[in-house]
């Protein structure tokens, strides 16, 4: 079976479990590879079931506003050939997840408009692919995605900002390879 990948706006009704993974992966990469131990586990112990139903509220929240602002990049395969399986169905697609468990390879996940007035700007909140599809121009897509989406708001600045940790040197990497420049630099207090 080959895969394609293939862009789509988040399901609710059939994306919810791997958006979930996905973002537990985003996270507990941001918690390893970015800090030292203490970072870690404040990343792992923040991802309850309880936090996974808060971003997923959220998620639906904001594909409310706007379908897509959470783009999925969906792992697509071909069946073999109705003369090699038997089949006389016809139908020559289906998704990845019955060979290897997960049905998206990706996602970028841009705030919606109405929430342009926390930076003034667009905000792309999350954009994460899957280890075994970097390199293969998943990344890329999803963030002309979220450039396009960004370029359709009515911005009070012409921007799409985002967080990056400094120390997280693939993704400043690939930040600065589609143009992203530092502006400002962001700081953060613990809440006792």
């Known amino acids: 079976m080959t895969e394609t990948i293939e862009l789509r706006p988040y399901d609710p009704d059939r994306d919810p479990r791997d958006l979930w993974d996905l973002k537990r992966a985003f996270e507990l990469g ?12 404040v990343y792992e112990g ?3 079931d309880e936090y996974g139903e808060r971003y997923l509220d959220w998620v639906f929240w904001c594909t409310k506003h706007d379908p897509r602002c959470v783009t999925v990049a969906e792992i697509v395969g071909d069946e073999p050939d109705a003369a090699e399986s038997g089949d006389d169905t016809g139908d020559a697609r289906a ?6 468990g997960h049905s998206l390879a990706g996602y970028v996940f841009v705030l919606p408009q109405q929430l342009a007035m926390i930076w003034d700007a667009a905000v792309l909140n999350e954009i994460y692919v899957r280890p ?4 293969s121009g998943v ?8 450039v396009a989406l960004a370029e359709d708001q009515d911005l009070p600045l012409d921007r799409l900002v985002l967080d990056v940790d400094r120390e997280n040197d693939r993704a400043q990497a690939f930040y600065d390879r589609h143009g992203f420049e530092h502006w400002g630099e962001m700081v953060a207090r613990k809440l006792e």
């Open 30 to 41: 941001l918690g390893s590879g970015t800090g030292d131990d203490d970072k870690q586990d």
């Open 139 to 146: 990344a890329d897509d999803l963030m002309d995605a979220a």
């Open 132 to 135: 075994e599809y970097r390199g």
């Open 46 to 48: 923040k991802l309850t």
């Open 95 to 100: 998704t990845a997840e019955a060979s290897d």
